[in-house]
């Protein structure tokens, strides 16, 4: 893999690049549309993860069949629920987790041709339509991260700078009484790399926004715009729940179990340097092997997070193309903002401007927005 920079680096500058990324978001779309199908009370969240993951494989398989290109799942079916932040895909001998009526649902995926990404996530309240509106905090906490991550397409351009963006997530979120999830990083994307250097933190500490580097945005990147928002003070800390998502690393060691020798040489061939889960391997030996080697920063572990009990957190993630004529967004959720209603509003002025702007330039409706005079 090329070294940022360097001549061979791929970009979208590239047209094969650019439908490589397609590719995989037009994957990713159709797959999430199937799972939000498949969601129902008393369906099982184990299910719908392998579910998730089977169909990935499935679309991915289908193309660049006598080629070697690597593809597949960039990052597992992962569905938390309420006040669960991110990461839960569950193992079949985990105890049994079953979608309720009311579950506020945040659903997860990714996919990639070639070592291109295309990742997406979204939320919705299991049973809420235009019919049975959800008018609770439930409602305010999927308004408030929608609309910021609508508000953050708008705003993303060339050069502008990432804490730009992280003033954008909280405005949005506090005008519904929220709060973003503290520290939570959009990426940069880059073939085979799916968190990149330059990133966009959200509601950072005092102690992250001194050790979170500022960059500016350009033409020809790619990246995961990450939002997660939560009804509670945006502080998340690990629960009980066993990690099953992990990542390999660039680092180097020589292990000493075999078994660990075995999982570590599986994860290379299969995954690469993408997100898997324990599921998608020999369960026994996984259990053994990526104990080793998490203890020496082979693969990292991408840890369940919560808030505080009582608590909601809902989740937009989409992938973004920054084109010469403008951002590309080519995840995107099957989003209906029609079954939640909110007595919050944005009354930003610069925010409700931005929106007008973009209706302008588009020559009609722009992204779903929450007007002050609605």
């Given at each position: 893999m090329a070294d940022s920079g360097s001549e061979e680096e791929l970009t979208i500058s590239n047209d094969l690049v650019v439908t490589k990324y397609k590719m995989a978001g037009d994957m990713v779309n159709c797959i999430l549309k199937e799972v939000h199908a498949a969601i129902a009370p008393g369906k099982k969240v184990l299910e719908i993860c392998e579910f998730g993951d089977n169909r990935l494989l499935e679309e991915t398989g289908k193309v660049y069949k006598n080629k070697d290109i690597k593809k597949g799942i960039a990052f597992p079916t992962c569905i938390s629920i309420n006040n669960c932040v991110c990461h839960f895909s569950p193992l079949r001998s985990d105890k049994e987790v079953e979608f309720k009526e009311g579950d506020l649902v945040k659903v997860d995926l990714g996919a990639h041709i070639d070592g291109f990404v295309a990742v997406c996530a979204y939320s919705f309240v299991v049973g809420a339509s235009k019919d049975n509106k959800v008018k609770d905090r439930r409602a305010d906490a999927i308004l408030a991260a929608h609309n910021s991550a609508e508000a953050v397409l708008r705003k993303l351009k060339q050069e502008v700078e990432?804490?730009?963006?992280t003033e954008v997530i909280q405005k949005v979120s506090e005008s519904f009484e929220c709060q973003p999830i503290q520290g939570m990083l959009s990426h940069q994307l880059k073939q085979h790399v799916i968190n990149g250097e330059k990133s966009i933190i959200q509601n950072p500490t005092d102690e992250q926004r001194r050790e979170h580097e500022k960059c500016s945005l350009e033409m020809n990147e790619v990246y995961a715009v990450d939002v997660l928002v939560s009804t509670g003070e945006?502080?998340?800390?690990?629960?009980?729940?066993?990690?099953?998502?992990?990542?390999k690393t660039d680092a180097k060691y020589n292990l000493k179990s075999k078994t660990s020798r075995v999982f570590y040489s599986d994860v290379s061939n299969r995954f690469t340097v993408m997100p898997f889960t324990l599921r998608g391997l020999k369960i026994g030996r996984a259990r053994l092997g990526v104990v080793e080697c998490v203890k020496h920063s082979l693969v990292e572990p991408y840890p369940v997070f919560y808030e505080k009990e009582g608590e909601f957190v809902a989740q937009f993630k989409f992938t973004v193309l920054l084109m010469p004529n403008g951002p590309l967004r080519i995840t995107q959720a099957p989003v209906d903002v029609s079954g939640y209603e909110s007595e919050k509003k944005i009354e930003d002025k610069d925010m409700l401007a931005a929106h007008k702007a973009a209706e302008a330039a588009e020559g009609k409706e722009a992204p779903q927005l929450v007007k002050a005079d609605e």
């Open positions: 990432n804490y730009d963006v945006g502080k998340s800390k690990e629960g009980d729940t066993r990690t099953t998502v992990f990542k």
